[in-house]
């Protein structure tokens, strides 16, 4: 993902992605299905990703399936960015 997640388009397109996450997940069984969101974004979401993830989590999570907000409890949440130069 490039510079647009410190957009509000960001933010929306990320919401997006998490509830299509949580879709594909959706007819396993619940226990299953939250270990199975928060695994996918873990795994393939870097770091300044799941910050803004979870600047939406924090901000009440608008626009997030009921399942992203449950993953989020074990979604790792990344360092805070010490500068833009750092994360490239």
Avoid: C
């Amino acid at each position: 993902m490039s510079h647009e997640t410190n957009t509000r388009g960001g933010a929306d397109k990320l919401i997006y992605m998490a509830n299509q996450i949580a879709t594909f997940f959706e007819s396993q069984p619940k226990k299953d299905a939250v270990e199975g969101v928060s695994k996918h974004i873990n795994d393939f979401w870097e770091p300044r990703m799941r910050r803004q993830f979870f600047e939406i989590v924090d901000g009440g999570g608008a626009g997030l399936k009921p399942l992203v907000k449950e993953a989020a409890k074990t979604i790792r949440r990344p360092a805070p960015a010490s500068s833009p130069a750092s994360e490239t």
